[in-house]
């Protein structure tokens, strides 16, 4: 029980940091000369409330220890014995059951060198170490520090024009304690967490009724509970089975942590890359080929054989290993779905911890039958026989992945803007595949394994119904003017306002709005109105869900369109490139130097640097003097909304800002 606690722990735990150019820990370095040949390089950390860092003489298999050690590929200096620590701490740990030694709110660590080669004159020394809260991140970084002026911290610098274009993007804000009260909270991101669980979770379930895992599921059970005379102890070998299933799913999510370690916006860099989306199209698209039975996707055999010998040892490793074995000789089946849900989640804003909750409710639904069966061995003979059905699925799950596979080819055609993929055109696209569903359940198309059919069944004819009644639900969707404008798929096709149809600007729903900071601020100064800053992003779904569903609404909308300066900063707008004179580097507090050379990562830096968040959509109301006069709000329902807004309007009328507002007060909505 413990190992799987401690991996239950590296899996929740070993995970970025918010997305914010803040960090935990500040690290400068200063030096102290002992002779000719020997310095002191002083390293003085601070660090956050509840944070702590782990000395260098932390205990074997616990958090990580501080290393202190020469940059590769430097010579002409060595060091001597280990650094010196400033005051630590003792603290138990539940999860290593052992007490850790730490440093907490600062540390100074002093590492003595000697140098072998007297004309050199400076040292670069590699700081790696562990901090750690409810979250642990690694710090991993060179240091250069010279022996002639003796710097203090990294040797980084930025010319003058970047520091006054930094400078610009930092605001004045007034009433800050309100941005803390925000809607970007625990509960939002566990709501959202949920959510892809419950996806993966069907996933899973549709993976079970595919040829490659639905006829294992009587073969396992029946071995479980009849390989011994004990059957309370078959049936707890098949649970362990089910356990283990999961466990190997959720552990494939577990290196994705680690890239949003080494950078905490690369997940989000990863979602909106144009090259990125077009590789994850074009594998959905060969994923949708295997399923209608073009070709077969498999992993190497030598790779089930091996597991599968390793099964034979028997007790919980050989548990284990059967388990895995599952995992690879249905990848041929469950790999499709696996791929759609690693692109879904790795370009949506939750990256590697909805990708791990994904995988955790896929893992779960290819688990539970597995451990049911064995605690119900008479539910067996319920299961239906396998047969030409499984193979429909499997088609029907290619239509699906071929509709998916062009929501990331959309991506990188709104990202890039190219034109290509208007809202019609996208709709036009999936209407067509979507015809081909239906043509196939109805008996009018047929794929290279499916069976003769001699007389279609109810539930074919049924579901082939409501695929039809769908593809009528789409058709408005590619006219000018729609009878409605699908609001239940809001999210996925292309925005409104990007459309064959000539449309009043390229503002959400028609509306007034400004791309660039600058010049909606001085509108709302010329106008006397407040601000709506609305970070968003061209391939961000839940923005379009709040666009079409929640600002469509007519007493929203007359509030945005009369009362508000919507100001509209598309953080993912990274093909769009500042003028040249507008690009600059930008010093982040870390020490590193960030490319300022896009609008989106302009607006990206100016999010974070303003409201420590990177999260989209992202709603802030302030006045033209940048008073902010309510918390932020999210991804949230039409009532709470409105009252956001009108609540913040009507303070802002009377001269008086600063509300902490209630989601539960209950303002109608006319």
């Not at 060969?286 to 039975?293: C, D, I, K, W």
């Not at 709302?524 to 709506?532: D, G, Q, Y």
């Not at 600002?551 to 100001?567: N, R």
């Given at each position: 029980m413990k190992q799987l606690t401690l991996i239950f722990f590296l899996l929740f735990s070993i995970v970025s940091l918010a997305q914010t150019e803040d960090n935990p820990i500040l690290l400068t370095t200063s030096l102290e000369k002992i002779s000719d040949t020997e310095y002191d390089v002083v390293f003085n950390a601070k660090l956050l409330k509840d944070w702590y860092l782990y000395s260098q003489y932390n205990p074997d298999n616990a958090s990580l220890p501080i290393i202190i050690s020469i940059t590769e590929g430097e010579t002409g200096y060595q060091l001597v014995g280990k650094a010196k620590e400033s005051e630590t701490l003792k603290k138990y740990s539940d999860t290593w059951e052992k007490e850790e030694i730490v440093f907490k709110d600062k540390a100074t660590i002093t590492q003595r060198i000697q140098l072998t080669n007297k004309e050199i004159n400076q040292v670069k020394l590699n700081f790696f170490g562990q901090v750690c809260e409810t979250a642990c991140i690694n710090i991993d970084e060179d240091f250069i520090v010279s022996l002639t002026g003796g710097s203090t911290k990294q040797d980084v610098t930025i010319d003058k024009r970047s520091k006054e274009l930094s400078n610009k993007l930092k605001l004045d804000l007034k009433n800050t304690a309100l941005l803390k009260n925000g809607s970007d909270s625990d509960s939002d991101e566990k709501s959202g967490l949920f959510n892809i669980f419950f996806l993966g979770f069907i996933g899973g379930l549709l993976a079970l009724l595919t040829p490659c895992v639905f006829p294992m599921i009587p073969l396992t059970v029946s071995f479980f509970t009849k390989q011994s005379q004990n059957k309370s102890k078959g049936i707890l070998n098949a649970i362990l089975y089910g356990l283990f299933i999961v466990l190997i799913y959720i552990l494939l999510s577990v290196?994705?942590?680690?890239?949003?370690?080494?950078?905490?916006?690369?997940?989000?860099?990863?979602?909106?890359?144009?090259?990125?989306?077009?590789?994850?199209?074009?594998?959905?698209?060969?994923?949708?080929?295997?399923?209608?039975?073009?070709?077969?996707?498999?992993?190497?055999?030598?790779?089930?054989?091996?597991?599968?010998?390793?099964?034979?040892?028997?007790?919980?490793?050989?548990?284990?290993?059967?388990?895995?074995?599952?995992?690879?000789?249905?990848?041929?089946?469950?790999?499709?779905?696996?791929?759609?849900?690693?692109?879904?989640?790795?370009?949506?804003?939750?990256?590697?911890?909805?990708?791990?909750?994904?995988?955790?409710?896929?893992?779960?639904?290819?688990?539970?039958?597995?451990?049911?069966?064995?605690?119900?061995?008479?539910?067996?003979?319920?299961?239906?026989?396998?047969?030409?059905?499984?193979?429909?699925?499997?088609?029907?799950?290619?239509?699906?992945?071929?509709?998916?596979?062009?929501?990331?080819?959309s991506n990188s055609d709104l990202?890039?803007?190219?034109?290509?993929?208007?809202?019609?055109?996208?709709?036009?696209?999936?209407?067509?595949?979507?015809?081909?569903?239906?043509?196939?359940?109805?008996?009018?198309?047929?794929?290279?394994?499916?069976?003769?059919?001699?007389?279609?069944?109810?539930?074919?004819?049924?579901?082939?119904?409501?695929?039809?009644?769908?593809?009528?639900?789409?058709?408005?969707?590619?006219?000018?003017?729609?009878?409605?404008?699908?609001?239940?798929?809001?999210?996925?096709?292309?925005?409104?306002?990007?459309?064959?149809?000539?449309?009043?600007?390229?503002?959400?729903?028609?509306?007034?709005?400004?791309?660039?900071?600058?010049?909606?601020?001085?509108?709302?100064?010329?106008?006397?109105?407040?601000?709506?800053?609305?970070?968003t992003g061209w391939a961000c779904v839940n923005c379009r869900k709040m666009e079409e569903n929640v600002w469509s609404d007519p007493s929203i909308y007359k509030l945005l369109k009369d009362d508000y300066i919507l100001i509209s900063l598309y953080v993912d707008d990274n093909e769009e490139k500042l003028p040249t004179n507008e690009q600059f580097d930008f010093l982040r507090a870390n020490g590193n130097i960030k490319k300022i050379k896009t609008k989106g990562s302009k607006w990206a830096t100016?999010?974070?640097?303003?409201?420590?968040?990177?999260?989209?959509?992202?709603?802030?109301?302030?006045?033209?003097?940048?008073?902010?006069?309510?918390?932020?709000?999210?991804?949230?329902?039409?009532?709470?909304?409105?009252?956001?807004?009108?609540e913040s309007l009507d303070s802002f009328k009377k001269g008086n800002t600063g509300i902490n507002f209630d989601d539960n007060k209950n303002l109608n909505i006319n």
């Amino acid at each position: 029980m413990k190992q799987l606690t401690l991996i239950f722990f590296l899996l929740f735990s070993i995970v970025s940091l918010a997305q914010t150019e803040d960090n935990p820990i500040l690290l400068t370095t200063s030096l102290e000369k002992i002779s000719d040949t020997e310095y002191d390089v002083v390293f003085n950390a601070k660090l956050l409330k509840d944070w702590y860092l782990y000395s260098q003489y932390n205990p074997d298999n616990a958090s990580l220890p501080i290393i202190i050690s020469i940059t590769e590929g430097e010579t002409g200096y060595q060091l001597v014995g280990k650094a010196k620590e400033s005051e630590t701490l003792k603290k138990y740990s539940d999860t290593w059951e052992k007490e850790e030694i730490v440093f907490k709110d600062k540390a100074t660590i002093t590492q003595r060198i000697q140098l072998t080669n007297k004309e050199i004159n400076q040292v670069k020394l590699n700081f790696f170490g562990q901090v750690c809260e409810t979250a642990c991140i690694n710090i991993d970084e060179d240091f250069i520090v010279s022996l002639t002026g003796g710097s203090t911290k990294q040797d980084v610098t930025i010319d003058k024009r970047s520091k006054e274009l930094s400078n610009k993007l930092k605001l004045d804000l007034k009433n800050t304690a309100l941005l803390k009260n925000g809607s970007d909270s625990d509960s939002d991101e566990k709501s959202g967490l949920f959510n892809i669980f419950f996806l993966g979770f069907i996933g899973g379930l549709l993976a079970l009724l595919t040829p490659c895992v639905f006829p294992m599921i009587p073969l396992t059970v029946s071995f479980f509970t009849k390989q011994s005379q004990n059957k309370s102890k078959g049936i707890l070998n098949a649970i362990l089975y089910g356990l283990f299933i999961v466990l190997i799913y959720i552990l494939l999510s577990v290196p994705f942590h680690f890239l949003d370690n080494l950078d905490p916006e690369i997940l989000n860099n990863i979602s909106t890359n144009i090259w990125l989306n077009i590789f994850f199209f074009a594998v959905l698209v060969f994923f949708a080929g295997s399923f209608f039975g073009f070709y077969e996707i498999t992993l190497p055999s030598s790779w089930g054989n091996k597991m599968d010998s390793a099964s034979s040892v028997g007790g919980i490793i050989g548990i284990f290993f059967m388990a895995l074995t599952l995992a690879i000789v249905s990848f041929s089946c469950t790999g499709p779905i696996l791929g759609s849900l690693l692109a879904g989640s790795l370009t949506s804003d939750g990256g590697a911890y909805q990708l791990t909750a994904g995988m955790s409710g896929f893992g779960l639904a290819l688990a539970l039958p597995f451990a049911l069966f064995a605690l119900f061995p008479s539910w067996l003979n319920s299961l239906p026989k396998s047969g030409g059905w499984l193979n429909t699925t499997k088609v029907i799950l290619g239509f699906l992945e071929l509709a998916l596979a062009f929501k990331f080819l959309s991506n990188s055609d709104l990202v890039g803007h190219w034109g290509i993929l208007k809202r019609e055109v996208f709709i036009g696209i999936w209407i067509l595949i979507f015809i081909g569903l239906a043509l196939y359940l109805l008996g009018k198309i047929k794929f290279p394994h499916d069976s003769p059919i001699k007389k279609l069944s109810f539930s074919r004819i049924s579901f082939g119904v409501l695929v039809i009644a769908f593809v009528i639900y789409l058709i408005p969707g590619t006219l000018k003017n729609p009878t409605w404008n699908l609001s239940l798929l809001s999210g996925f096709p292309p925005p409104q306002f990007y459309s064959i149809y000539d449309q009043e600007n390229d503002c959400p729903l028609g509306l007034d709005c400004y791309k660039d900071w600058d010049t909606g601020l001085a509108k709302a100064k010329e106008t006397n109105k407040p601000i709506l800053l609305d970070f968003t992003g061209w391939a961000c779904v839940n923005c379009r869900k709040m666009e079409e569903n929640v600002w469509s609404d007519p007493s929203i909308y007359k509030l945005l369109k009369d009362d508000y300066i919507l100001i509209s900063l598309y953080v993912d707008d990274n093909e769009e490139k500042l003028p040249t004179n507008e690009q600059f580097d930008f010093l982040r507090a870390n020490g590193n130097i960030k490319k300022i050379k896009t609008k989106g990562s302009k607006w990206a830096t100016f999010q974070a640097l303003n409201f420590k968040t990177a999260s989209q959509p992202y709603y802030v109301l302030m006045s033209p003097n940048l008073e902010i006069l309510n918390s932020p709000q999210q991804y949230t329902d039409k009532t709470t909304y409105y009252n956001w807004l009108k609540e913040s309007l009507d303070s802002f009328k009377k001269g008086n800002t600063g509300i902490n507002f209630d989601d539960n007060k209950n303002l109608n909505i006319n």
